[in-house]
């Protein structure tokens, strides 16, 4: 390879590290530690972004991934919903399934990063809606749970959600977390007449997502949070018992508009 074809490579270069705020190193490189080895494809999508002006397209194993987290998600609804009108279990043993079901995808999803971090990313984020489900199921659908305990429920679920964010650092388990959340009201129609127990969860999810999109510095998170939830609450309190409050549902629009 020609000198100025050398010189023109070390240039390119420079100008990468310059954007992405790296410092040219002045030693020789230390072996990669795992950390460095999962940040791999994260930073080479940025380098790649920076040079061709052009996003990455996700490859079949985001893909699957995404389907994967879809088909959890989608199965413990219908597993709710199928086997309370079909009276198989108790609603109990039905939310205790549910339960255990979603704390199996979050720990699976941890011990699945020490091999394959962008894979395993997408697996505590049906995990987290899985919670989220469990309680909304428990509280609006089967009427079980007390107001006390979902507020418990719903604020330690929402931590679980912000410490697994920051251990994935992933935009995949944001985006994930926040379709899974928003879809359930819409499968599993509250039973409750009173529409602030619905307004409960729409307003805890929203700042739950706003918080991981300012985490996550990225507009994407925050704009599907928002979109759903305008579009998911709408739907769910058409459907709700408490259909004819539409005072009260016009109100709590605007202020999530707002």
Do not use: C, N
Request: glycine share 6%; proline share 5%; hydrophobic share 55%.
């Amino acid at each position: 390879m020609s000198e100025p074809r050398l010189e023109e490579m070390e240039r390119r270069l420079a100008r990468i590290e310059a954007r992405l705020g790296m410092q040219p190193e002045t030693h020789p490189p230390a072996a990669a530690s795992d950390a460095d080895a999962a940040a791999a494809p994260a930073l080479g999508d940025r380098i790649a972004t920076l040079t061709t002006g052009r996003i990455p397209t996700p490859g079949p194993t985001s893909v699957m991934a995404a389907g994967a987290a879809a088909a959890f998600l989608l199965a413990a609804v219908y597993f709710i919903k199928l086997v309370y009108d079909a009276g198989w279990l108790t609603p109990e043993r039905q939310l205790a399934v549910a339960l255990l079901a979603g704390i199996g995808l979050i720990l699976g999803g941890l011990a699945l990063a020490r091999h394959d971090r962008a894979y395993a990313a997408w697996l505590p984020a049906p995990g987290v809606a899985i919670l989220f489900l469990t309680i909304y199921a428990g509280h609006l659908w089967h009427e079980l749970l007390p107001l006390h305990m979902v507020l418990a429920g719903v604020g330690v679920t929402s931590l679980v959600a912000i410490a697994l964010h920051r251990h994935f650092a992933r935009s995949v388990y944001a985006l994930a977390a926040v379709a899974g959340a928003y879809s359930f009201p819409i499968l599993l129609p509250s039973q409750s007449s009173d529409l602030i127990e619905v307004v409960l969860y729409f307003a805890a999810w929203s700042l739950l997502f706003s918080w991981l999109s300012l985490q996550e510095g990225s507009r994407l998170v925050y704009l599907t949070a928002l979109w759903l939830a305008l579009l998911g609450f709408d739907l769910a309190w058409r459907i709700s018992e408490a259909s004819d409050m539409w005072r009260l549902a016009a109100g709590y629009h605007f202020a999530q508009f707002l």
